[in-house]
């Protein structure tokens, strides 16, 4: 089975601090991606990577920032957390299929709360 | 630009009964997938059923089909003899690729409970 894991399930931080979520992948996928949760909203894309050290901007990258050094682990780095930053992350990764990326296989989250 | 709209905020259904939840979305694209996802309360999202646009065929997964009608942009999920452990968010999403990036779109979720 994939399994993508995420450093923490929860995580509290102070305003102005810098924040890295990390997630790994164990099934050699070439896509990763990195989304917000917010009720009434959905999943919006803050980043994705389709290689190492490659990376585009998703819907919503503003804040945000990403590092890709090795195939299995991506991560997201708040620069200097704000209030409005607390939310669900997820991760998530998926093959570079023939025809297209496929099938996301996502992490269990990070809750992060931003004081 | 695409979007995908989930006009149901929340649904409940009795065990053993069939529920539908409603999908519609917006591209001008002809080849692109259809996607089912459920986040069960404090777990994982998994992928539930997906759907090639090209292909006219309905998915069906055991208990779960859909009902994917192109011209009408609509991808409606259908859960049959629901079973309790169906309680989740349910997410409708929608992708492309298009010139080696890769288009997401998630819908804003349905929260499906199942009634004993």
């Known amino acids: 089975d994939v399994k993508v894991t995420q450093s923490s399930r929860y995580l509290v931080k102070r305003t102005g601090e810098k924040v890295f979520l990390e997630c790994v992948q164990d099934?050699?996928?070439?896509?990763m991606f990195w989304y917000r949760q917010d009720p009434g909203l959905g999943l919006r894309l803050i980043y994705f990577?389709?290689?190492?050290?490659?990376?585009e901007k998703g819907d919503i990258p503003e804040g945000y920032s990403v590092s890709r050094e090795k195939k299995e682990r991506f991560s997201l780095i708040l620069e200097s957390a704000s209030t409005n930053q607390t939310s669900m992350y997820l991760c998530?990764?998926?093959?570079?299929?023939?025809?297209?990326?496929?099938?996301?296989?996502f992490g269990p989250g990070t809750r992060l709360t931003v004081l | 630009a695409q979007t995908v709209t989930q006009s149901q905020p929340e649904m409940s259904v009795q065990e053993a009964e069939t529920v539908t939840l409603s999908c519609t979305y917006d591209?001008?694209?002809?080849?692109?997938?259809l996607f089912w996802y459920k986040q069960p309360p404090s777990r994982q999202m998994i992928l539930v059923i997906r759907?090639?646009?090209?292909?006219?065929q309905n998915a069906t997964e055991n208990r779960f089909s859909v009902n994917f009608q192109k011209a009408a942009k609509s991808f409606s999920l259908k859960i049959s003899d629901s079973q309790l452990g169906d309680t989740a968010m349910y997410f409708c999403?929608?992708?492309?690729?298009?010139?080696?990036?890769?288009?997401?779109?998630f819908g804003t979720g349905t929260r499906l409970k199942v009634l004993a």
């Open positions: 998530a990764s998926s093959y570079l299929g023939t025809w297209g990326a496929d099938t996301q296989y």
């Open positions: 099934m050699d996928h070439e896509n």
């Open positions: 990577s389709y290689d190492v050290k490659m990376k």
């Open positions: 591209t001008s694209e002809n080849n692109y997938y």
């Open positions: 759907q090639e646009a090209y292909k006219q």
């Open positions: 999403a929608f992708m492309k690729q298009s010139s080696g990036t890769y288009k997401y779109i």
